[in-house]
């Protein structure tokens, strides 16, 4: 280009048949407009900044030739500018500082265009800009100043209608007066050869094209390696093998399920290392760790990670995750694809299994239904069943029995049933824990092979839905150990009554309720009923308010052994309110509740009433 920073030293010429030509603003207009679309915003400045350059150095070099007076040639560039017809005036004002009467040693100027074309036709054309516009005026400035200074003077739009400012202004100084803040300006002055051009862009497009190809055939592999019967694991060392990136896929508490491309020591360190970031980041919002909906970028001090969620049936239940470990591999771009593929391919595994595994315990859920129900018209029928669900049933075995009730912070709703069985199921499945598991009277029953190592991590499956359905309170209630599956309706009462016996324990033995168990066990209940009618009587007749009440009070005081201020703190009862509800108590039912006798009798009719279900405390 004429006049082009690098060879604003060398001699300027005007070539033979540089004739001007004429032509209106809405024409040019039309031009700028035609330029803009098909260039871009972008390209279409550094054309127009050049076009504005090339004509500034034009009408300086013909100046040049009437006088080479700097102080003259300065004068002249608003004359010359408002000959173009581009403003309709200008104002400005410089400081220079002169080597000699030829020579300039700095100069810093500022000043307005009044009626800038450039700005009327962009709004008219394109609507409000970002950004300033008048890139042929600014363009005109520094080439004009340029050739007559012979020093490289940059001019830079600051304000611009155009873009809803009140004036197009703009300043100029020496290119390295500006310092770092022209940096970006000047390589729009640099003209792009366009053959050089085409060939890059061709460049480009190759290189997409061969990435859009290598992440197709990667989803195709990773789509057959899942058809395939790949599991989790075939496929992280399959990512892994394809891309040399070490991934993990992890659960939403970013507990590992599986990962590939790294030591086991070093993985477990930045796991750690990442939950504790996470865990402190979002401290405010009250929650352990954040839920990812979408490809996120996370960084701590070691590593760097592209993360990007699982989602089956439209919930997120874990994440993919790309792990850099060293500043050479920083996460790009085109990284995103291939790890949304791996995400989509753990999804539809998940999937599947999801389906099959819901299946399976569905049949198992029903089985152990037709058991409790006695629909099965031998043990062997029942053991041949057991087999094919992978439970042996002619072993010793156990019956749990795990109630939810609301704890206050979320109404009941009949979907919670099925998630937690679900929650439990799963825990079940990932610790290898073998039982059927089901619903009976509106209690997840869980029949629990000896053989199994599941009574002795009990606690731990308590603390998991604890954990993972926060909104409710967990009481269970285990059976004696069972020898014949055709019996075991008779340690399902076992539970069901150790359940009902919980009242404060969280997990109760029917093998602890000791003497209560076995008088429960001897199917005595009438016999029970009647003694305690005939030892409660009169608290039996009492509305069913007042009754629970009384009987309330009589059930802690006796559990307390007598206890007064135990019992006041238990009932939340002043002295004066306890000693009235103990005198009506024993006027009522005739007896002294400080004989230790008759008090230990009562006991024990309270907690077998408890233990039958005629009785809540």
Known sequence: ???????????????????????????????????????????????????????????????????????????????????????????????IEWVDSENIKTINGKGKWIHSFEAQEHLKHHGKSDMPVCHILTGYASGYMSTICKKSLIVKEISCVAKGDPECCFEMKLQEDWGIEIQDELKFYHEINIIEELEYTYEQLLEQRNYIDKVSKFHKKLTESVSNGSNLQDIADSTFGLLKIPISIEDLSFQKIVYAGMEEDEYSALSKELKESLIRKNRKNNKPLPLFKETTRLKTENQERLITPIIVQKKVIGYCTFIYLKETEKSSENNIMFIERVANAASLYLLNEKTSFEALEKMKGYFLEQILKGQYSSREEIINRGRYMGINLETPFYIAAIDYKENGKKAKDSNDYEQILESIAKYLDIQGYKALIGQYEGKIIMLIPESSIILPNMEKILKHIETTHSYYNYKIGISDRAEEI???????????????????????????????????????????????????????????????ELLKTLYVFLSNGGKLQQTMDDLSLSMSGLMYRINKIENLINKDLRDSSQSYQLLLILDSL????????
């Open 1 to 95: 280009m004429k006049g082009n920073l690098g060879n604003l030293l060398e001699p300027n010429y005007i070539e033979e048949g540089n004739k001007k030509i004429l032509t209106t603003a809405g024409a040019f207009g039309l031009l700028r407009k035609g330029i803009i679309e098909n260039l871009g915003l972008k390209r279409a400045k550094g054309f127009l900044l050049r076009y504005g350059w090339s004509l500034g150095v034009s009408n300086a070099e013909e100046a040049m030739l009437t006088s080479t007076s700097i102080d003259y040639l300065i004068k002249q560039a608003a004359v010359l500018h408002l000959g173009t017809g581009h403003i309709g005036d200008v104002q400005s004002e410089r400081f």
């Open 486 to 548: 055709e019996h075991v309706l008779e340690y399902l009462d076992e539970s069901l009554i150790s359940l009902r016996m919980s009242t404060e324990k969280k997990i109760i033995h029917f093998k602890d309720l000791g003497i209560v168990g076995i008088l429960i066990n001897s199917k005595n209940v009438s016999g029970i009923k009647k003694i305690a009618k005939q030892e409660l009587g009169p608290l039996y007749k009492l509305g069913e308010g007042k009754q629970k």
């Open 610 to 617: 408890l233990a039958l279900g005629e009785l809540e405390i």
